[in-house]
């Protein structure tokens, strides 16, 4: 018993020596990004960044590797970051920071998903930003930020790396991202819709073709030409009000998905986001 | 002393008050302001309102000379009870409003002679064209409308008219609205001025028609309307050679009803079109005085068809002078259920297609 105590201790000691020089060198080489997002990436260039603990072990790395595969696939890294809260950053400002400073490659598209104001940002950079347009953005919103609402944040990160691929798939051949045509069902609800539409405009007005006897109710026919005589013609002020109705604002929660803007460390950068 | 003058609020109707702190006519309803004076000549112009003078002089239509009507005999038909004039050489012949055999009663007696006539000018043939043509394009119309065996049957009538001329003189009041919108960075701003407009002037009609026979639907004679009477000739007997003629059964004092409410419509309606720059117009009041009126009597003449469908009859109709053709017609439910599903089938299959082609394009 004592025995095997000792050789446990004696692995964990060696462990630790041999680990020690790395962790400190990761810590030096973060120092930077913990100033600038107070988080520290376990491991540089890491595909899933879950500090606000939303997926178990198990769920973090099948996510890890498929968002791996996909990153070099496509060489241009896509992230997914959850943390409890921004700080006193904007949440674009956080997503743009922390992909500059974790050594990530320099194309990349990162979802932030930040718990305590319930906020989502996808920060593009290099050529993610042309991959995820604005058409890609509105995707995005559709089908990630729904499931995020839903607190279903695996299926909501999952279908992320699928969009994700499927955006940069879409830019290697050269073709920008469009919304995914009119499904077969849907065509077919509006066909009928239309075709019953568009039989009962026609049937009735076939039917009113038949009605062609109607009382006449002037006698305009028989107005004697040059008749009218117009002998006195007057306006007379009586008064005047007014209304006022306050003009609507449209307030939207989604941010913009068009331009690009620097970020602090003087990469520019695209992307949207808003609440969930 | 005169009474105290009371006034109501243009606005909403409401009795009206001073308010010495703004010095002017302020609602207590409503809170409009107004001025004195626009009040009072509100008021004034209001006050002015006269009613209709509709006055006639309804004496039509001339004794018939002694020996003029002999060749006239009078038709009767014994399912409906019209009663019908033709020549005395008219062959057999069957009603012109069921189709039922008619047969001679006598002579033409009483009633009085037409001042005018428009002789047909289009014939049978060309009554028969335009039927055709009518019937043209109409999908939902029953087979037994296009039978050509029943089409033969067309006949042509001559129609009793009465011919109302009149000089009109109107004063109509207007209310009026011009609108005025601007905004700053909070409020969009409506504002709505409110006016009294008046025109007075006086117009002129000729020869308002109105039919004098109860037999034809007022609606289908004023359909094929307007007959130009200018073609119109002063009555003779033999202008009724193979044709037929409907007596009149309704008289000038009845009918000029119907022409007081069409010219009064219609000087309405020439008055407004001079109003105009506003938002919206409406009729406040009017008063419209009729004089010189004179009323005369004139056979037009009508081709006539009567189609009998499922129990009811349809009357075609064609101005036998200008070749105007109407007629309701009946719907073929069969058919029409055919249509809409060819229809609907077409549809549904373009629009079905131009979705898969969409996809496939985009």
């Known amino acids: ?276 | 002393m005169a009474g105290l003058q009371e006034y109501k609020c243009p606005c909403c109707g409401g009795a009206i008050a001073f308010d010495s702190s703004i010095q002017k006519m302020k609602c207590p309803y409503c809170d409009t302001e107004f001025e004195m004076e626009t009040l009072a000549s509100y008021d004034e112009q209001l006050n002015n309102e006269k009613p209709d003078e509709l006055s006639w002089d309804t004496t039509a239509g001339t004794e018939w000379l002694t020996g003029e009507t002999d060749g006239m005999r009078v038709y009767v038909c014994k399912s409906c009870g019209g009663e019908i004039v033709g020549d005395e050489n008219m062959a057999a012949t069957s009603c012109p409003f069921c189709n039922n055999p008619v047969v001679v009663m006598g002579n033409f007696t009483g009633g009085l002679k037409p001042d005018l006539v428009i002789p047909f000018k289009l014939d049978k043939e060309a009554a028969k064209a335009a039927l055709y043509k009518h019937l043209e394009g109409k999908r939902l119309v029953p087979k037994v409308f296009k039978d050509q065996k029943h089409i033969d049957e067309i006949k042509g009538l001559y129609v009793p008219f009465w011919l109302f001329d009149t000089d009109a003189e109107a004063d109509i009041n207007y209310r009026g609205t011009r609108v005025r919108t601007w905004s700053d960075s909070r409020y969009r701003y409506t504002e709505t001025s409110h006016y009294l407009i008046n025109r007075a002037g006086s117009i002129a009609f000729d020869a308002v028609s109105v039919d004098g026979s109860s037999k034809m639907p007022d609606d289908l004679m004023e359909s094929i309307e307007p007959y130009d009477l200018s073609q119109a000739v002063d009555f003779q007997t033999a202008y009724l050679a193979g044709y037929l003629a409907d007596k009149y059964d309704v008289g000038a004092s009845e009918s000029v009803e119907r022409a007081n409410q069409r010219i009064k419509t219609s000087t309405e309606q020439v008055f407004a079109s001079t109003v105009q720059g506003y938002a919206s117009v409406r009729t406040e009041s009017s008063s419209i005085k009729l004089y010189n009126g004179t009323a005369k009597y004139a056979l037009y003449p009508v081709w006539l068809l009567n189609t009998k469908w499922e129990d009811n009859i349809y009357t075609f109709a064609m101005n036998g002078q200008t070749g105007k053709f109407v007629g309701d017609l009946p719907m073929d439910k069969k058919a029409r259920n055919k249509w809409f599903l060819l229809i609907a089938l077409i549809g549904a299959a373009v629009v079905f297609g131009g979705a898969m082609l969409f996809n496939l394009l985009s």
């Open chain 1, 1 to 276: 018993m004592k025995k095997r105590f000792a050789i446990l201790a004696t692995i964990l000691t060696f462990t630790l020596v041999i680990a020690l020089p790395a962790l400190a060198a990761q810590a030096s080489g973060s120092a930077e990004s913990t100033a600038v997002t107070g988080i520290i990436a376990q491991q540089s260039g890491a595909y899933v960044v879950d500090n606000a603990d939303l997926l178990t072990e198990q769920q973090e790395n099948t996510l890890k590797s498929k968002l791996a595969s996909i990153s070099s696939r496509h060489n241009c890294d896509v992230v997914v970051v959850t943390v409890q809260s921004v700080g006193s950053k904007t949440p674009e400002a956080f997503a743009d920071d922390f992909f500059d400073y974790n050594g990530y490659k320099p194309d990349g598209i990162l979802l932030l998903v930040s718990m305590q104001d319930r906020d989502w940002h996808v920060s593009t950079t290099g050529k993610g930003i042309s991959a995820v347009n604005s058409a890609a953005l509105k995707r995005i919103e559709r089908d990630v930020v729904s499931e995020l609402s839903d607190a279903r944040y695996y299926n909501a990160f999952d279908k992320f790396g699928d969009l994700c691929d499927t955006f940069l798939t879409c830019q290697a051949q050269g073709k920008p991202y469009k919304e995914s045509p009119v499904s077969a069902g849907k065509a077919a609800i509006a066909a009928i819709a239309s075709g019953l539409a568009a039989g009962g405009i026609g049937t009735s007005s076939m039917k009113r073709k038949l009605k062609s006897v109607h009382r006449k109710t002037n006698a305009g026919d028989y107005v004697r030409a040059g008749s009218l005589n117009i002998v006195s013609s007057r306006e007379m002020f009586l008064f005047k009000n007014v209304s006022r109705v306050e003009i609507q604002r449209t307030s939207s929660s989604s941010g913009g998905g068009g331009g690009t803007h620097i970020s602090s460390s003087g990469v520019s950068h695209g992307g949207g986001g808003g609440k969930f």
